[in-house]
């Protein structure tokens, strides 16, 4: 079993994986959407789901079940968001952005990745009739696990500052995005289900105040508390953010006490015949309690983000991708390649890599940061390319921007692709020819 598992396990482990699959899924849903199965490709999505016990449905929306579409991007994209919320945790706590001097420099460059690229989707939108001004948000994106697989392609040799700094800012680039849905994407309140709401996140408060690590207390409130959102009228993955909140990053166990109580038991551990592979009662007593530091020594924060992260990658974030990438280049009387298909890719491309650099650049020019170690101003430029990288959270957007307008979508939805796509090949090509063949020469 082992034997089987092992190379799954190995190939689940890769950015570079993850970042193909996601690829693959997109290319996929292009091809179904234009084939003889788009009737059925969208009839699918269209078909209600539902969980009922008795007359309640946890899957509905103002007594409505919820479509496969509804489900995969109200439900399963909040496990993705709750997921991003752990990082952004864990990022604020003791990652590269736990300090003002280590958030300095990537605060700078998120804030022009994100300014620029809505500045040059006005102004190309703005030569049109107006009617894309709701998709402003769709270009400032960055895929974190896209962008950080185009550059674990080119191996050891980038420098970690470099992988630092993409990570930092796509962090930072993700806050922005979530307080951008947030803000612009929520419908009319409904105020009794956010009261009702604020019970739960009192009890996910005292869990964390008083160190719950049971992650099946969180999950089972968090359900609550994202089912409230969902009728509530405030966009229900941000119900995953505020989840990730309250999971407790402190561990029980320091690793200190855990060191110490590992090797007493192990020298107290019940001897036993040298062939028997029957174990007695009292070893199988002392490797449960092993069992049970060794689980309390691991904070229910990285627990919950280890364990999602394969899951997120491999399957939520391909279904995304299948479900929403799916572009309709025919039938569209050639609105297909609109204003809207323009001002998204250009945002991306132009706009996510002159607003990183520039603002990157004028702040290290004035002093107020210092560039990476290891970084200079040409991987700079490879870097700030693959900023435009926008795929998973930009589709999202697209769609809240444009779920009413097939005709808009599929223009959204085309810009992202081609934004993405061109801005990681000439984010790698650069990277390629700028950073050095050997890993001691960039030492």
């Known amino acids: 079993m082992m034997k089987t598992t092992r190379p799954i396990m190995r190939f689940m482990s890769s950015n570079t994986n993850a970042s193909l699959l996601l690829f693959i899924a997109a290319i996929l849903a292009a091809i179904v959407a234009n084939s003889p199965l788009a009737g059925m490709y969208s009839s699918f999505f269209d078909a209600k789901v539902s969980f009922q016990m008795g007359h309640f449905n946890l899957l509905s929306h103002n007594g409505e079940p919820l479509t496969v579409l509804a489900f995969v991007n109200d439900a399963l994209m909040t496990v993705f968001f709750f997921m991003v919320g752990l990082e952004i945790k864990r990022e604020l706590l003791v990652g590269e952005i736990s300090s003002m001097r280590k ?32 998709g402003l948000a769709i270009p400032m994106a960055t895929d974190i696990a896209f962008s950080l697989g185009v550059l674990s392609l080119l191996g050891n040799r980038v420098p970690i500052g470099m992988k630092i700094f993409l990570t930092a800012f796509a962090v930072i680039d993700d806050i922005g995005g979530i307080l951008v849905i947030a803000l612009f994407y929520s419908s009319h309140l409904a105020v009794e289900y956010l009261l009702i709401s604020l019970i739960f996140f009192f009890i996910l408060y005292l869990g964390n105040r008083y160190d719950v690590n049971n992650k099946t207390f969180y999950f089972l409130i968090g359900i609550a508390i994202w089912y409230l959102f969902l009728q509530s009228g405030i966009h229900s993955t941000i119900a995953g953010v505020l989840i990730a909140v309250f999971v407790p990053a402190r561990p029980k166990l320091k690793i200190g006490r855990y060191l110490e109580r590992i090797r007493r038991y192990i020298k107290k551990f019940p001897a036993s015949q040298e062939n028997s592979i029957i174990l007695t009662n009292e070893q199988i007593e002392t490797l449960k309690r092993l069992e049970a530091a060794s689980d309390n020594v691991i904070s229910p924060l990285q627990a919950m983000e280890d364990g999602l992260h394969r899951f997120v990658n491999f399957f939520i974030l391909p279904v995304f991708a299948f479900t929403n990438a799916g572009v309709m280049l025919s039938g569209g009387n050639g609105e297909i390649m609109g204003v809207v298909t323009i001002a998204v890719a250009l945002g991306l491309i132009i706009g996510k890599f002159s607003g990183i650099f520039l603002f990157t650049f004028l702040a290290v020019k004035t002093k107020i940061v210092e560039i990476p170690k290891g970084v200079n101003w040409k991987g700079l430029a490879g870097i700030s390319l693959l900023g435009g990288i926008g795929f998973t ?33 000439a984010g790698y090509i650069v990277l390629h020819l700028a950073l050095p063949k050997k890993r001691e020469i960039m030492e």
């Open 393 to 425: 959270v930009s589709l999202f957007i697209a769609n809240l921007s444009f779920g009413d307008n097939l005709v808009l979508l599929n223009q959204a939805k085309l810009g992202v692709i081609l934004g993405t796509i061109i801005s990681g090949i």
């Open 103 to 134: 958030a300095a420099l990537p605060f700078i460059a998120a804030c022009g990745g994100m300014i620029l690229p809505v500045v040059v989707y006005s102004i190309i939108c703005s030569q049109g009739e107006g009617e894309g001004a709701n």
